[in-house]
């Protein structure tokens, strides 16, 4: 059975750096710190019961585009995402360089 998005209009105070988020259907992250919540077994259908935070591990740069990596700080699952544009470019860039930094 192919997923199917499920879009979910909500807001949310950020459990890492206390952000009030604006959700807007696709906001899966926080904008300021980049963590998220693992809330989904399929992009928005809020299934998961592991409800653990989703630590940043990886960003890359791909096609003019930012994609983060997350890892489960309780459970282990390994998901990405794709950047929204009003999320800090500064924490995007600062993830992105150390990645390069333990590469060399």
């Known amino acids: 059975m192919a997923r199917k998005f ?3 209009i ?3 105070k950020c459990s890492n750096c206390g952000v009030l988020v604006e959700g807007n259907g696709y906001t899966d992250h926080c904008p300021e710190c980049l963590e ?3 809330v989904d077994n399929n992009p928005g ?4 019961e592991c409800h653990g935070t989703m630590k940043v591990v990886q960003v890359e740069y791909k096609s003019g585009n930012f994609i983060i990596y997350y890892k489960c700080k309780k459970c282990g699952i390994k998901k990405r995402f794709m950047a929204a544009q009003n999320d800090n ?5 600062a993830v992105f360089e150390k990645n390069i930094k333990a590469k060399i």
């Open 6 to 8: 499920q879009r979910h």
């Open 10 to 12: 909500e807001d949310f």
């Open 36 to 38: 998220g919540m693992h």
């Open 45 to 48: 259908d809020r299934a998961s």
């Open 89 to 93: 470019k500064e924490a995007l860039m």
